[in-house]
Structure formats: structure tokens, C-alpha cells
């Protein structure tokens, strides 16, 4: 367990620059998302920490030790590959014992250990069984099993529930988030599923293009993106154009047509154009016109049981998307084609940048 | 009787007749090798072992097989050796001109091997170490290393990296993950790769034609000269022995290590 930095950390790999001045803290115990589109530097990241690669510049240190030079077996990161890289020719127990072996443990606590780390992941019957007999759930809790019992300092998981299906997700999804609790390892997360970051983790560090966009709770970032691309890579949104408005103390924003939209920030000078997002869910759908409400048409409604999608179209070709509960629509007999008023609440009109800053 | 069938009953026919084609000389050799004629006839009238008992009349059939056997295994043991590390730059490493290299390391299966022969014989005499046991061997890795270096690609192409990184960060060295991870992986791969080498080398004769004289000679060479000379069937009753252990040998090494998967392309 211990606190990870990276400091102005650069990588080429193959002539390209992988890595842009990278600064990143995760703290003790942490469990930080990496997220971003494939292609990012997430996973250049994570090899990064792992000691695969190598920074062309800038400095990696784990609890405050520079390990730029030290190579990865002499590092104690635990790793949960994306493919589990679990060795076919080894018992589960083997496999979670190799580390162990490697560290030269003294083999009456090897089994042990290896028998406890299997038990916190409920697999204590399977520690004779090859990996090719275990479900792609089971391999990843004997992978987890595999990357703790060393004790890591910094555990670090490449796409945990990628290669699992839906509900088999839902439950790892909960499974690993008490299991990285109860250790109180320091993690990394690696992903580009926006829901798996938002909740497996502590903070998220959205990455694009090899920089980090954005850093936050997860909670911050949904609500309060900095950017339309993070705002958009975090989740569903809407985002329209206006010119800000002020009168004394408050601040609105006009957009096409006599729409003027209160918003609850008032950075911003009287006549600047301003970029507006909001998050779908956040939109509520009236039946009648009220101060502010927006006039819309629905255009198509997707049932998707617990909720639904409402696409709409407004004056100026403006297009929502608003998600609520089924019994909304019902309550209103609203349906396709008929006109509805939104409601924006001034609280979640998020102000937002065009370009990606360096840092948040 | 509706076209999809018909074209399924002449490809099914097709494929029997090619296996046909295949086993029919093999049945054949051994079908002659339990004949009591003197003089190959087919059907036998009557069978007999004695061509079997014969096989020692073959000129120096025993020394001949013994260096055609240490020529085999020596030959496809360095062959392995040199094929893995020829495999592991090939597979893992961004090497310049790779499609060179590799064509170059297949090359001995494409040309001709009275060519390599030629070559070979040259070269060995004028560095002075021309029809010595070690020549032939070198002769044979040269001719043999293809098909370690293939069957070591595919096993390394098919096993994954990831593992070999996951050794690393559990604390094994570079070395330690190697051998503990990979090389179990590719086991099936030197197995294949070195039963083939062996089988190419232990009956070769165009190339070891070419190296032996005096009192070194291999097996094929003296089978060969036999027939030359003889007409009776000791050859096929030779033939017989070599097919059944050779057949015993693919077999288990199939079954133990699935090798076809790696010697047939997919």
C-alpha cells in the first residue's frame, strides 16, 4: 500500500507520443479510474506504472520512491490482465502461488496464504483445477487472488469486467469493489466503460490524446464535466449554444427564439457566447408552458423498462434527449408527436469548455 | 436425388480415393515385406517373415541407421535450439527486414536439395571438414531448421504475451518468466518442430549423398544401393519396420501434445 505519483511523465513508443506530460497522484488506499477511448495512453499508463515501459522523461514514484529504472518484477504492482494472462499449465493454486514463489516465501506459508487469498474470493474448492475449467468470472476472482496475495503496493486492473458478460458485470462489479476495500490497496483502474469508472472508483482521470482532461470524484465529474468530449465520454448529454445575458445578480442565457434559460454560475461576461450541457435525466418533461420552459415535439420514445428515452425536437432544430420514468409519460398521456414543455433547471445548466484544458 | 447431395457424394468420393492414393503404397510395402516370393508379386501366395530376418543382409544396415540416428537427433536437437531463437526474434521483437529473414530461414524447404547438396560439399571442403560425421550434421541443420523455426513461430504466435508479463509482475526475472511460462507454452511447438526435423534428417538422401564417403554413410544411402542392386523385398520389409515406429512416434506425440494444430497452417 502506498501513495503512487506520476510527475510530468512522457512516453514515444514507435515514434509516437503515447504519454503528453503526464501528472497524476493517486493517494493510499485510492481506487483511481483511468478512462478514456482506446487509443488514449490509459493502458501505456498502466505499463507505465507495471515498469513494461519505460518514461522518456518525467518521473514515477511509489511511496515517494523514484522506480523509473527499477524493472517490473523488483516493483510489487500486482496486475488483473484484461485477457487474466492466468498460465495454462498451472493449477489455480499454482498460479496464485507463483508470486509467492518468486518472492521466495518460505513454502509452509505459501499455502496459506495461497488458500486465503482463494478463500476471499470464494474459490477455496478450486485450487486444483486448470484455468481451462473455470468460467471467464471465476478466472478473473483466481487473477485478483493471484495479483493480492503478494501484497502489492499498487494494484493495477486492465479492463476488470471487460470480457464478461452484462450480469456476470454487475455482480464483479460489486465484488471488486469490497474486495479492493477490505485490502485498501492503492488501484488503478484501466477502462473506456464510463459506467464501470464511475462505480468501481474514488476518482476518475479522464484521458484524451495522451492528456489528462480531466480529475474528479466521480459524482464531479458526471454532474459538473469541465468539457463537452468529457461530458459526452461520461455519459449521455445534451449540449446547445447561447449568449449570456446578465441583469444585476442573475445571470441567464439566450438561445434561439426568445428562449432565455437562468443558469446557476455567473463566470461569464454580459454578450459571450457560452457553450451549455445538461445531463438527459436532469430534464423534466411538462405538459403545459411554464416561465423558461422550452417548447418541444416528441419525436420518439424508447422503453427501456426502469426508464425511458424521450428525443425531442425544438424551435431552432434543437434536439433533446431527456431520460425519466415511464410513469411520467403515462401520468401526462404524453406520446409521439404530441408537444411538451422542458423544464431546465438553472443547478444543472453546466457552463462548458470547447477545448481540453491541461489540467481541470 | 437434389445437386447439394450429389456434390456432397463426389467430394466425400474425392477425398477417399486421395487417402486411398495415400495409405495404398504404404499397404503395398508391407503386404510385399510378408511375401515368401523371392519376386514381388501382388497378391502374396504365400507369407513368411524371412525378408524381415533378411534385413541385416543390407550392406552396413546397422552402422548406417546408427549415424543416420545420432545425425537425426543431433541435427534436430541444434536445429530447435537455434529455430527458438530464430522463433522468439521473429514473433516478439520488431526486427528489420523480417519478411527477409524469415523467408530466408524457410528457404531450404524451396530450393532444390541437390542444390544445398552441391553447395554444402563445396563449402565443407574448402574449410577442410568435408565427410565427417559433424559436417553431416551441419549439412542437416541446414536443411532441417525450417521446420523447427515454423512450428516455434506458431506456438509463439498462438501463446500470449500477457503471460509472460504477468510473470514479470509477480516477480519473476526475465529468465525465470521465460522458462517457468513461455517455454511450457511452446512445448508442443519444439516437440512437433523436433520430431519433424528428426524425420527429415533420418531419411534424407539427396543431401547426404552429397557428404558421405569412405566409411561414413547413413541409412537411405545404404537402403538406396540395395535396391540398386538386389530384387528382392528386404527394402519393403525395412520400410515396414520404420513406417510402424515412426507412425508410433506421430501418434504419441499427438497425443500428448496435440502437435498438428501447429503443422498444419490455418
Known sequence: MARLELDHVDVWLGGQHILRDLS????????LALLGPSGCGKTTTLRTVAGFVRPNSGEVRIGGQSIGRTPPNKRNVGIVFQDYALFPHMTVGQ?????????????????????????????EDYADRYPAQLSGGQKQRVALARATVIRPDILLLDEPLGALDRKLRDTMQVELKQLQRSLGITTIIVTHDQEEALSLSDRIAVMFEG???????????YEGPPSVKVMEFL?????????????????????????HLPVAWSDAAAG?????????????????????????????????????????????????????????????SLSRGDTVHLSLPARHLIKLSEHEGAHP | MSEGSLTRITVTLVAWLAIAFMVFPVILTAVVSLNASFFIEFPPKALSLQWYENIGAIHRIGEATLVSLTVAVASAAVACLLGLGAALAIARHPLPGKPVVTAFLLSPITVPMVAIGIALVQFFIAIGAAFTWWSLVVGHIVLVIAYPVRTLVAALTLSDTS???????????RWRAFRTVTLPQLKPGLVSGFLFAFLISFDNYPISVFLVRGDLTTMPIEVFNYISNNFDPTPA?????????VSVLIALAEWRYRIMSLSIPR
Request: proline share 4%.
Open chain 1, 235 to 259: 455519459g449521455a448529454s445534451n449540449t446547445l449554444e447561447g449568449t449570456v445575458e446578465r441583469d444585476g445578480e442573475t445571470t441567464a442565457v439566450a438561445c434561439a427564439d426568445g428562449i
Open chain 1, 272 to 332: 459571450e457566447t457560452v457553450r451549455l450541457g445538461i445531463r438527459p435525466e436532469h430534464i423534466a418533461l411538462e405538459a403545459d408552458a411554464g416561465a423558461h420552459t422550452v417548447p418541444c415535439t416528441i419525436d420518439e420514445v424508447v422503453y427501456k423498462g426502469a426508464a425511458v428515452d424521450v428525443f425531442v425536437n425544438g424551435p431552432a432544430s434543437m434536439r433533446f434527449h431527456v431520460n425519466t420514468v415511464p410513469a411520467r409519460l403515462h401520468d401526462a
Open chain 1, 211 to 221: 492528456r489528462l482532461t480531466a480529475l474528479g470524484t466521480p459524482e464531479n465529474l
Open chain 2, 237 to 245: 520389409a525395412f520400410s515396414t519396420v520404420y513406417i510402424v515406429v
Open chain 1, 24 to 31: 497524476l497522484t493517486v493517494e493510499e488506499g485510492e481506487c
Open chain 2, 163 to 173: 503471460l509472460e508479463d504477468a510473470a514479470r509482475s509477480l516477480g519473476a526475472s
Open chain 1, 95 to 123: 498460479n496464485v502461488a507463483y508470486g509467492l514463489e518468486m518472492r521466495r516465501t518460505p513454502s509452509g506459508d505459501i499455502a496459506g496464504r495461497v488458500r486465503d487469498a482463494l478463500a476471499l474470493v470464494r474459490l
